[in-house]
Every structure is written in C-alpha cells, then in structure tokens.
C-alpha cells in the first residue's frame, strides 16, 4: 500500500532528517514508527502525503509516485490524526467530523448518516454530541472526535502522529484499546508515530525502529523483542523485554480449548454480561485477542487461577496464570541463556 524506496530527506541547511529509507507498509496493517526524538518518524510519516517532499528516492501509494498525485487530493485521501489534534473550536462537533466529507462534495444526506455512524462507532451517541462543541469536551472525547474526523471519507491509508501523547495514562489506555477494537471493523492501512516502545508494541502489527534518520529494524512486535537487531534496539526496548512479551502475546496463543475440571467453575460461572463474582471479588473474563498481560493482572485481582475466555458472548476456552507464568519463565531463561 504505502512503499520507501531509498528515501532521503535532506534540509537546506544540512541536516539530513531520513536516510535510505527502504520498507513496506502492507495494506490492512499498522505500521508503528518508534524511535527517539528527531529521529526522523514525523518526517517519515509526513513524505506520504507529501507534507514534506524526499531529496532523493520515492514513496509509492497504492502503486504510484506520490509525486505524480495532486497534494490536495492526495490529502484528502488520507486521514490525518495529530497530537494537538487541531479541532475547530467555532464549528460543532458534527460539522468537525464533516469537514473532509463536504469538501469531497458529499450530498447532505450521505454526509449526515457518515457523521452519526462515526460518533456511535467513537461512543459519542450523535444525538448527545453533534451539536456540542470541541471547548465542551474532555481531552480523550476531543481525540475520539478527532479519529472520527480522519476517517470521515472512508480513506485507505490514516497518519497518526503521537495521536495520545497528550493525554493522561489512563485515558490513553483505555482510548488505545478502543482504537485497537475500532480497527478491527475499519481495516485501514494506518502508520502510527511514537515515542514509546510500549504504544508501539501494543499498536503495532508491524513496528520501524528508527535511529539518527535510518531505519534500525522493522519487523513483528514479537520478532523486535525476540530478536532485537542491534545493541541500540536492545537498549531502547529496556531491560525488561520478557515481562514486554506478555503485551504482545494474546491470549488466543495461549488459551485451553479443552477446559479442564480443575478450572470449570470458572466457565460455569460465566454469565453473558461479561462479569461473574470470583472469592477475590469481580472476575472480568478476557477475549483471545486480549494480551496475556491483561489476563494475568485480572487472575491477580480477582484471586483466581484461571478466567473464561469470551467470544461473541461465548466462552470458548479459559487461560490459567500457570500457563502464563510458564510462558514469561520460559522467555526469561531464553533470554539469559
């Protein structure tokens, strides 16, 4: 979808800002660029729609020279996500939202029913919403709105840059997760900036550690924690790497199907509004594509030693701190091996 073919970007005053850069963006994927700052990830991400333009080399979109496209259509195109988030603060919400849609040249009509559709797939109810205005929202509302704003046209590919650095970590957590929710219904080619190794192993289907403009590996979140590249990969992941493991592998990998007696109560238990009461207090059950990490920090909370893993309102295997302790102490002794 996206393609670097040896990329440079180089400014007048000499610095070189991206150096070679050679990799591919699969469509369908996020794509996590992670590195330091001034490493080049903005600049990076900013040559697909051609807010900067390479000195040398070329970027493709969907197969053509982004040079050869018109930078306005191809903006309008892309959906673009940032940090500050750049809302209109005299226009509402809906007509923020309607902003891409309406220069497009969409009906009224279609325009609307795209606008409703957004802030219920956002969990802004329309009819609570549409008319309030940007000053009137929390930050993490405002970033929703902002998502929903870049996805207004339907595009292929969105840019996402440090679009949850500004807010408080909670917040941010839990927009993550309904982000990471959101993009299994949307399926769009998206690369993601950050700073953070965690965001980036957690957002990440493919993750591009950059380093003094070049790109120091790209590859699986499982393969850079696995297999880091370099001595700089290593270091930048940190020392925990075994315990990061845990982010990225999803309860689905490690799930018993055939659930044994020991853990039946668990499944019994089970009731469809997702919440059953444990000893230890409530036991909130997890999906497979739940991380092992949040699986075992809810086994902690509630007191137990398994959950009910829930599909489609079904539970369709369990997952054990066992399994997942074993899993973590395996890695650990690979690693110090």
């Not at 370099?230 to 982010?247: A, N, S, Y």
């Amino acid at each position: 979808m996206i393609q670097f073919d040896n990329v440079h970007k180089q400014y007048s005053d000499g610095t070189q800002a991206v150096n070679g850069l050679d990799f591919e963006v699969e469509e369908g994927t996020t794509t996590v660029l992670v590195g330091p700052s001034g490493c080049g990830k903005t600049t990076t991400m900013q040559l697909v729609n051609r807010l900067e333009e390479p000195t040398e080399g070329t970027v493709y979109y969907d197969g053509t020279d982004v040079q050869d496209l018109s930078a306005t259509e191809l903006r309008r195109q892309i959906g673009y996500v940032i940090q500050d988030i750049g809302l209109f603060d005299h226009m509402t919400i809906a007509e923020n939202v309607a902003t891409v849609p309406e220069l497009k040249g969409w009906d009224e009509e279609r325009t609307d029913e795209r606008v409703d559709e957004l802030l219920e797939l956002m969990g802004l109810p329309p009819e609570e919403y549409r008319d309030s205005y940007p000053t009137e929202l929390s930050g993490g509302q405002q970033q929703r709105v902002g998502v929903a704003r870049a996805l207004a046209a339907g595009p292929d590919v969105m840019l996402m840059d440090e679009p949850f650095g500004a807010l408080d970590p909670i917040t941010r957590e839990n927009l993550q997760d309904e982000f990471l929710d959101i993009q299994e219904e949307i399926e769009t080619t998206i690369i993601f900036v950050t700073h953070d190794i965690n965001e980036a192993l957690k957002m990440g289907d493919k993750i591009a550690m950059m380093n003094e403009g070049e790109l120091v590996q790209y590859d699986t979140p499982t393969a850079l924690l696995e297999t880091p590249a370099t001595k700089f990969v290593e270091d930048f992941i940190g020392p925990d790497r075994t315990l990061k493991q845990l982010r990225v592998l999803r309860v689905g990998e490690i799930m018993r199907t055939d659930i044994p007696d020991e853990h039946r109560d668990v499944v019994d238990a089970f009731e469809p509004d997702n919440t059953v009461m444990a000893d230890g207090g409530e036991l909130i059950p997890v999906t497979p594509t739940d991380s092992a990490q949040v699986a075992l920090s809810r086994c902690i909370q509630a007191g137990v030693r398994a959950l009910p893993v829930v599909e489609g309102g079904e539970v369709v295997g369990v997952v054990t701190e066992e399994d997942i302790r074993g899993y973590h102490a395996e890695k650990a002794t690979e690693e110090t091996a």
